[in-house]
């Protein structure tokens, strides 16, 4: 999966795979900018949505620093659980 966290502070997430092509960050935020983006994963423990993985893996946006703790708490605040052992950082190269 990934998602979005819009400048508003809305999470927008979808399959990485729609109709057969993959999607692109950009395409969740229609082009606009946003706070985070990444790649994250989910399991089922009854009815509680766990985040299992969570990055910010993103060529497009090439999120700063802050965008994996505003993800996480993003994520946080829609009721998904982030596990705390699963979030990870891309080690982006300055151009």
């Known amino acids: 999966m990934i998602f979005v966290v819009l400048t508003d502070?809305?999470?927008?997430?979808?399959?990485?795979?729609?109709?057969?092509?993959?999607?692109?960050?950009?395409?969740?935020?229609?082009?606009?900018?946003?706070?985070?983006a990444g790649e994250f994963s989910v399991e089922f423990h009854g009815s509680e949505v766990v985040v299992s993985a969570l990055n910010d893996m993103s060529g497009h946006y090439r999120p700063g620093a802050d965008g994996l703790a505003i993800a996480q708490e993003t994520f946080e605040t829609a009721g998904i659980r982030v596990r705390s052992d699963v979030v990870t950082s891309y080690h982006w190269e300055a151009p």
Request: hydrophobic share 45%; charged share 20%.
């Open 9 to 36: 502070g809305r999470l927008v997430a979808a399959p990485r795979r729609q109709r057969g092509e993959n999607i692109s960050h950009a395409v969740l935020a229609n082009g606009g900018p946003v706070l985070a």
